[in-house]
RNA sequence: CGGGGCGUAGCGCAGUCUGGUAGCGCACCUGGUUCGGGACCAGGGGGUCGGAGGUUCGAAUCCUCUCGCCCCGACCA
């Protein structure tokens, strides 16, 4: 029997001034959580207790497609090195050094221990499929741990790992965690969504992230009706075909005069225009993970009324990672100004002949060294156009000479990009690919993602089995993550959401799958002893019933109790109070805000049955 | 890493500008009253004012350096 009077539920009245979102002011309160330094946190008894239901149902899910593994946390550099890991982490990995000098890493997923492991013993396509998961700690050294639980720098993450033999094993695999996650997601009480997401660091082709809305959240996912979901980074839409301008004067492009009409508003007014007639210009440099790669100019042409997705981008043209370009690089690789930048007569090639004139500096410099030590080859600029501008005719665009624009700009005909392709954010209420229905764009916080891997570890790390023929292959891999505490944040800020709109408040109940108790009972005056009998009979009554039950027997005001109990999210709470002269208790259900009174003898029946139908 | 903010009792804060015995509310301890929505009265305990150095007769307060935390951005299986 949990008595409250002898456990250790630091509440709190007021939070901390450091929480900022709701799930963290109120695990804190709540007594779930304190914390130790930024995105370190010690989990409490509460905390603990909610988290291990969280991760019984997932082992119990995971069980009936895989197998447990614990695995080191304490790697070896070597194994990050070998994988090619350790360069593309970078700093989010911690890393150490043990007494004797040697390096080591904090693993923050375990691709690389469990490929060894499948190296070192998988030797045949008999052995194949495997489903290895592990639940446990890992380690990200952000760079901003933040909002309580939802980014910190130690988490318990259940991470799994599919072998198989073939892409249509790996279908498989993929596919059972997929339906997993939703049992896991489900009987955890979350709405959640499933999104397509983009791969990136993992590498790997198809990937689908779990998603809970909450204002909260750090990403933005794109969903409609029809049930397509999408995250922004990946999120497509079908827009209608634009009508575009009559051409003027013989139809090419003809300079026009712009004084100081640098923006994308001070164009449309001037050539009176809508946003969608003008073409926009957005510049980068694109590096790799590689140390000795060249820096590559990226330049994107969109639709003047659309944003370019940095994402997208990126996987069009095999960068790893994008910077806006400074001043001076614009005018080298592209010859123009900011503000006045466009894609007629743009420089596709640098040579060291291009940079002749060009005032000197250090980025400068920098860049006339690389082309004098690889002059033939120059520095190739990929030009993106996004597809909004496919088929188009007639559009305003920037000269790439300080106050001039273009006006008559035919894309294809005026100038070719390197690539065609999606790369923009879709906007809200644009149609979905599938049926066309309304997009809604929302924040949304990721609970679990699974990965189509490939071979890349496989490869990597040279991991072979025989196949039927006799053949050495490499199995192909999934990956497959869900965060342990971002359940529990996900249902309390969903939570939240919900009373903060209903009533104004500031509070939560969780759904008694994950709560840590299922049940509190509240004696409201522990000196009247015909209560504090009684709720120690019901107290023990539900418990042999098999409820997790709490009972508050604290000497405290009934206020006080009454608020306790609401803070540390507890979905039922039963009241012993005044009405058992009368041979009632009143069950409160904290998600419905409904109170009813009840017979002492058929309250823990009627909780029982409750507790049931919650957990269908 | 760039920008902003904050470190004073367990929590929330005042005091810092203008240097002069470190305060308030909540929480905690003791006694009493109260007892269904964070009670009241009386008494009490608890602070190297984040740290180091400096200026000064005297520093929470002024100066220098430093550490930590939060927020925005960058970043992010």
Redesign the pocket.
């Known amino acids: 029997m949990h008595r409250w009077s002898k456990l250790f539920i ?12 709701a799930s ?1 002011k109120l695990l804190l ?1 709540a007594g779930y959580i304190r ?1 130790l ?4 946190y010690s989990y409490l008894p509460l905390g603990q207790r909610s988290l291990n239901k969280i991760i019984a149902i997932i082992r119990d899910e995971m069980d009936k497609i895989g197998q447990e593994f614990l695995l080191p946390t304490l790697n070896p550099v070597e194994l990050w090195q070998e994988s090619g890991r350790e360069a ?2 970078g ?2 990995l911690f890393h150490l050094k043990d007494r004797k000098g040697a390096e080591l890493v904090l693993a ?2 375990h691709e690389e221990v469990i490929t060894s492991i499948a190296r070192n013993e998988l030797r045949s396509y008999k052995q194949l499929p495997q489903v290895w998961y592990q639940i446990q700690t ?1 380690f ?1 050294d ?7 639980l939802m ?1 910190v720098r130690q ?1 318990t ?1 259940k ?1 799994s790992y599919s072998f198989d033999i073939d892409a249509a094993g790996l279908d498989k695999s993929y596919n059972k965690h997929d339906a997993a996650y939703r049992a896991i997601f489900t009987r955890c009480g979350l709405e959640f969504v499933a999104v397509e997401a983009d ?4 590498g790997g082709s198809g ?1 689908q992230e779990f998603m809970v809305y909450t204002e909260a959240g ?2 933005l996912i794109a969903s409609s009706a029809s049930g397509y979901a999408a995250n922004l980074e990946k999120a497509t839409s079908k827009l209608t075909p634009l009508e575009d301008l009559a051409p003027t004067g013989d139809g090419m492009p003809e300079l026009v005069h712009t004084p100081g009409k640098a923006s994308i508003a001070d164009v449309t007014e001037f050539f009176g225009i809508h946003a969608s007639q003008d073409i926009k210009c957005v510049a980068f440099v694109g590096l790799t993970a590689k140390a000795e790669s060249v820096p590559r100019p990226v330049v994107a042409f969109l639709r003047g009324d659309h944003q370019v997705n ?1 994402t997208k981008l990126a996987a069009v043209t095999g960068v ?4 806006p370009m400074v001043p001076l690089e614009l005018e080298v690789h592209i010859g123009g100004p900011a503000g006045f930048l466009g894609p007629v007569g743009i420089r596709e090639v640098m040579t060291q002949g291009s940079l002749n004139g060009l005032n000197s500096g250090k980025e400068l410099a920098k860049l006339k060294g690389v082309l004098r030590e690889n002059p033939s080859e120059g520095l190739k600029s990929i030009v993106v156009m996004d597809l909004g501008l496919q088929g188009r005719a007639n559009l305003v665009a920037g000269a790439n000479q300080q106050d001039y624009h273009y006006r008559n700009v035919t894309p294809g005909r005026d100038f070719t990009p390197t690539v065609i392709a999606d790369i923009r954010n879709i906007n809200e209420g644009e149609p979905d690919p599938i049926s066309g229905e309304p997009l809604r764009l929302g924040k949304a916080m ?1 609970i ?2 699974i ?1 189509k891997l490939g071979y890349k570890y496989s490869e990597s790390m040279n991991a072979r089995v025989l196949d039927a023929n006799g053949k050495e292959v490499m199995p192909i891999m999934g ?1 497959y ?3 342990v505490e971002r359940i529990l944040t996900a249902a309390i800020e969903s939570s939240a959401a919900r009373f903060a709109a209903e009533s104004s408040t500031e509070q939560y109940a969780l759904p008694a799958s994950i709560a840590p108790y299922e049940v509190i009972v509240t004696i ?2 522990v ?2 002893p015909e209560l504090l009998q009684a709720g120690e009979d019901i107290a023990e009554k539900l418990e042999k019933a098999g409820v997790d039950v709490l009972l508050d027997d604290r ?13 540390i999210g507890v979905p039922y ?1 039963i ?6 002269a009368d041979g009632q ?2 069950l ?1 259900d904290r998600l419905t805000q409904k ?1 009813e009174d009840l017979a002492v003898d058929s309250v823990t029946q009627h909780l029982v049955a409750l507790l049931a139908a919650s957990k269908q």
């Open positions: 630091p509440t709190l009245r007021e939070a901390p001034t450091d929480a900022e979102v963290h309160r914390q330094g930024a995105g370190i593309v982490m700093q989010n923050m997923t890992k990200r952000e760079p901003r741990p933040k909002s309580g980014r988490f993450m991470d791969s990136g660091a993992m990937s750090e990403d940095e790893t990672e994008l910077r990721e679990g993602h990965f990956c993550g869900i965060g409201t005056n000196r009247e000497d405290e005001r009934a206020g006080v109790k009454f608020k306790d109990a609401e803070l709470r009241n012993i109070g005044k009405k058992l208790v009143e409160v109170t």
